[in-house]
């Protein structure tokens, strides 16, 4: 059983005393370490993940995909262009495979610490109608300046929408800044057309 603020990695493949005192017993354990690992992920508590880590993986066989969570990050970089490392992704498998740092831009929100500020803005572009595999655009960004460094990511979109958030086939994207206006550039697995809902940040 796990310890107050330990991880418990979950048994699938329980044993099951006989003696019905024992069960109830063995059950109550189980659903108390069941649902406390689950409230625990669901309030983003780092002791849940159990295999969080302070730096990336040199040990060990992972497939692609596989996340390893930062257990322990703090502020780098300089200001205004800080960030954290939140954790690290397996970009080929092997053992341990090649991993890239999930580096997240940060911003200070009810003082204490460091860290820089942070701009953000949802925008808009729109591939002509005909279809692109790429497509390039300038959208207004206020506050933006040249100088600042652009993030950029897909937007939730409305089931009105005319292209889903989750059937975009988007290669590539990035977007540089400008003053007050960012131009975005993305890249498809096909051809593609109508209103795209994005998320610019700029730090």
């Not at 960004?141 to 897909?154: E, H, I, M, W, Y």
Request: with cysteine; glycine share 12%.
């Amino acid at each position: 059983m796990g310890g107050k603020g330990q991880a418990v990695r979950l048994d699938p493949f329980p044993r099951f005393p006989a003696d019905s005192s024992q069960l109830i017993r063995k059950l109550t354990d189980l659903f108390r370490d069941t649902a406390k690992q689950v409230n625990d992920l669901t309030e983003g508590k780092v002791s849940a993940v159990t295999n969080a880590a302070t730096s990336v993986p040199t040990t060990g066989t992972w497939k692609q995909g596989d996340f390893v969570k930062h257990s322990a990050p703090t502020v780098a970089g300089i200001a205004p262009n800080t960030y954290i490392v939140h954790g690290w992704e397996c970009t080929v498998g092997g053992t341990p495979g090649t991993w890239v740092a999930m580096n997240v831009p940060t911003a200070v929100f009810g003082g204490g610490g460091g860290g820089g500020s942070v701009l953000s803005a949802e925008v808009i572009v729109t591939p002509a109608a005909t279809g692109r595999i790429e497509h390039s655009e300038t959208v207004t960004f206020t506050g933006c300046l040249p100088a600042n460094k652009l993030f950029v990511s897909v937007a939730p979109h409305a089931d009105s929408d005319e292209n889903s958030a989750d059937m975009l086939g988007i290669n590539a994207m990035s977007a540089t800044a400008g003053t007050d206006q960012a131009t975005v550039l993305l890249s498809f697995s096909e051809p593609t057309s109508g209103p795209i809902r994005l998320n610019l940040m700029a730090v």
